[in-house]
């Protein structure tokens, strides 16, 4: 199984600020690495598809990038409700899907 | 806008079947290319997919936990449902059902989720 390494595992940041958040994958997925980004109490929100494409609606201040075992999703110039956990996922094996442990975002 | 809501129950004894279901609005759960899945988040764990049924009515099963789940569907409802066996307390987690895309791998849509407690 592919395993999915994430860091930092929490970050702390102000209003405007921009943060990169890693993941890494235990071999070569090519570029089949999502994002997503959960609120407590909320449904999960797929935010980024195939490392560096933008789903419909996302704020632009989210982006993504890689390929191979090394992917990072950067949001600049954070907002206060970007504050959230965010999860990468690879779904290079369409029979089995892995999620990177998590990154919590706290705004200072 | 598709919406997907789960519902079951909060508490399961162990060595029970936990069964949940999830009502989808706003699109036919038989129409379009979907996976219709569902994934877990145990608490202060990551998430995990467990499986997923295709609109044609395919199943695939995550191989870890393969011979405890089943995912089937209700057309007639829109629904579609995740039975899991002999549960015990690793199994307490919120549960999300998803509709999925891009081969079943991009989970594009998500319900709210819904808490499960494995106890006694």
């Known amino acids: 199984d592919i395993q999915m390494t994430q860091s930092p595992s929490s970050l702390s940041a102000s209003v405007g600020d921009t943060v990169a958040i890693t993941c890494r994958a235990s071999q070569n997925i090519n570029t089949y690495l999502n994002w997503y980004q959960h609120k407590p109490g909320q449904a999960p929100k797929f935010l980024i598809y195939a490392a560096s494409n933008l789903q419909t609606g996302v704020p632009s201040r989210f982006s993504g990038s890689g390929s191979g075992t090394d992917f990072t999703l950067t949001i600049s110039n954070l907002q206060p409700e970007d504050s959230a956990t965010y999860y990468c996922?690879?779904?290079?094996?369409?029979?089995?899907?892995?999620f990177g442990g998590g990154t919590k975002v706290e705004i200072k | 806008q598709v919406q997907l809501q789960e519902s079951g129950p909060g508490l399961v004894k162990p060595s029970q079947t936990l069964s949940l279901t999830c009502t989808v609005s706003?699109?036919?759960?038989?129409?379009?290319?979907?996976?219709w899945t569902w994934i877990r988040q145990p608490a202060g764990k990551s998430l995990e997919w467990i499986g997923r049924m295709y609109t044609s009515g395919s199943t695939t099963y995550n191989h870890n936990l393969k011979s405890r789940v089943t995912i089937s569907v209700d057309k007639s409802k829109n629904q579609f449902s995740l039975k899991w066996n002999s549960v015990t307390a690793a199994d307490t987690a919120v549960y999300f059902c998803?509709?999925?895309?891009?081969?079943?791998?991009?989970?594009?849509?998500w319900g709210q989720g819904t808490v499960v407690v494995v106890s006694s």
């Open positions: 996922q690879e779904n290079y094996d369409t029979l089995f899907f892995t």
């Open positions: 706003g699109d036919s759960i038989t129409s379009g290319s979907y996976y």
């Open positions: 998803v509709r999925a895309v891009g081969g079943g791998g991009i989970f594009h849509d």
